[in-house]
C-alpha cells in the first residue's frame, strides 16, 4: 500500500497543474501546437513538468466481462465536466473509468478502453499517443476529451489550440456519423438530425442494427453530404484513416460482448444501445464488452464498399473534391505514419526546444513503437535525431 506522504507526493504535480492553469488562463491539458515560441516558454516556465512515462502494461483479463457494474455507476455531467466528439470515451468518463471531469493522462486512456470495451492493447496505445501529441499537452502529460479550439483567423494553418479532442483536422474530422463538420457549426456535441439518418440506415441496411452493411453505407453517405455541403471538406490523412475506424468502431465496442456469434462476430448494437452511446454517455444496462480484444475489425469491408482516394474540396467549393497524391491511403500505410510524424506534428510544433522537445520527442517514440506498421516502416525524426 502507498503510504499516505508518497501519495501525497503524486497527487501534488496534478493538483498543481490544475492550480497554476487557473492561474494562467490557460488549461493545463491544452496542446500547445499553434502558439509562438515566447508563449510556450511562458507557460513552460511556470506549469509543473512531467516527463512523459512509458505506456501501461496490458489489461490481465480480456476477456467476456460485465462493464456496467457497482464500481463503475453512471454520473450526470457536473459543472466543468466536457465531453467531446467520440462517444466511447465520453461513456467512460460518465461511469468512472475515466476521471470523470474528462481530463486524463495518456495511461489512464489506454487503460481504460482497454477495461470499458476490450479494446486491443495496440490499438489503444496507438490511437491515444495519436491523440496525445495533436491535442494533448506534452509538459503536463493531459488531455481533455472535449475542449474548444481558439481560431486566430479564419481557418489557421495549424489552429491555435486550447481545447482536447474537439479540435478540428488534427484528430476530429469531417463526415462523422452524428456529429456535424467543423465548418458548418458544432463538429462535437450529438446531432439529432445525423443520429435519425444513422438510425433510416441501420433500419434499412441493419434490419434495427447498425451491422457492416449500415456502416458501408453511411459511411459512403456522409461522405457523399460533406462534399456536397462542406466547402473546406478535407478527406485526407489522418481522417481518411480515423473516417473508417469510426465507422467499425460502433460494431466491436457498442455491441453487448454476449451477443458475439463467435469470438470475433458482432452483430452490432440496436438502436437503443446506440443511442445510449452516442447522445447519453452510458453503457446500456447489464453491458458486458467484448469477449476478446478487438480493434477495427470489419474496416476493410466498409473500406472496399465503395473506394474512394484521399481528397478535399477545392477552392473552398462544395462538390470540388480533388485528389491529394501526398496523402497516405490503404496501399501507403507508412505514409500514415509518416504524415502524421512530419506533417501534422511537425506542423503543430515546427521547432520545438528543451523539455518540450524532449516531451515531444518520448511521446513520438511510444506512438512508433506502437504504430502497427513499425517494423517495416522506418521511423522518422521531425527535427532530427537528438544527441
Known amino acids: 500500500m502507498i503510504s499516505t506522504s508518497k501519495h501525497l507526493f503524486v497527487l501534488l504535480p496534478l493538483f498543481l497543474v490544475s492550480h497554476l492553469s487557473l492561474v494562467l488562463g490557460f488549461p493545463a491539458y491544452a496542446s500547445l501546437g499553434g502558439l509562438t515560441e515566447r508563449q510556450v516558454e511562458e507557460y513552460t516556465s511556470k506549469l509543473p513538468i512531467v516527463f512523459p512515462p512509458p505506456p501501461p502494461e496490458p489489461i490481465k483479463d ?54 470499458g470495451f476490450n479494446m486491443e492493447y495496440g490499438i489503444a496505445t496507438f490511437v491515444t499517443y495519436a491523440a496525445h501529441l495533436v491535442d494533448g499537452n506534452p509538459l503536463t502529460n493531459l488531455i481533455s476529451i472535449g475542449g474548444k479550439t481558439r481560431k486566430t483567423g479564419p481557418d489557421p494553418p495549424p489552429p491555435a489550440i486550447v481545447g482536447g479532442l474537439n479540435t478540428h483536422a488534427v484528430f476530429e474530422g469531417d463526415a462523422s456519423m452524428t456529429r456535424g463538420d467543423f465548418h458548418l457549426g458544432d463538429n462535437f456535441n450529438f446531432n439529432q438530425t445525423l443520429w435519425e439518418q444513422f438510425k433510416d440506415y441501420s433500419n434499412r441496411y441493419g434490419g434495427g442494427r447498425y451491422n457492416l452493411t449500415a456502416a458501408a453505407e453511411l459511411r459512403w453517405a456522409r461522405i457523399q453530404q460533406s462534399m456536397a ?80 482516394q484521399p481528397g478535399y474540396n477545392a477552392d473552398g467549393k462544395v462538390n470540388n473534391y480533388v485528389l491529394d497524391p501526398t496523402s497516405a491511403d490503404f496501399t501507403k500505410f507508412c505514409l500514415l505514419y509518416e504524415n502524421f510524424v512530419l506533417k501534422t506534428v511537425k506542423g503543430l510544433y515546427p521547432n520545438p526546444k528543451g523539455f518540450l522537445r524532449k516531451a515531444l520527442e518520448t511521446n513520438l517514440e511510444y506512438f512508433y513503437q506502437s504504430f502497427p506498421g513499425s517494423g517495416g516502416c522506418p521511423q522518422v525524426f521531425p527535427w532530427g535525431k537528438s544527441d
Not at 446506440?274 to 447522445?279: G, I, Q, V
Open 62 to 115: 480480456p476477456w467476456l466481462k460485465l462493464v456496467n457494474d457497482r464500481a463503475h455507476p453512471w454520473r450526470p455531467l457536473r459543472r466543468g465536466d466536457v465531453r467531446g466528439p467520440c462517444p466511447g470515451l465520453n461513456t467512460l468518463a460518465s461511469h468512472g473509468y475515466l476521471p470523470r471531469d474528462g481530463v486524463a493522462t495518456p495511461a489512464q486512456i489506454i487503460t481504460a478502453v482497454q477495461e
Open 229 to 308: 455541403t462542406n466547402g473546406q471538406f478535407d478527406f485526407t490523412s489522418p481522417r481518411y484513416f480515423t473516417a473508417y475506424a469510426e465507422s467499425v468502431f460502433p460494431i466491436n465496442f457498442f455491441t453487448d460482448g454476449r451477443l458475439f456469434t463467435s469470438n470475433t462476430t458482432a452483430p452490432g448494437p440496436d438502436m437503443d444501445s446506440a443511442l445510449s452511446f452516442f447522445r447519453d454517455h452510458r453503457y446500456p444496462k447489464d453491458f458486458h464488452r467484448a469477449p476478446v480484444p478487438s480493434g477495427a475489425r470489419g474496416l476493410d469491408v466498409v473500406a472496399a464498399a465503395y473506394p474512394i
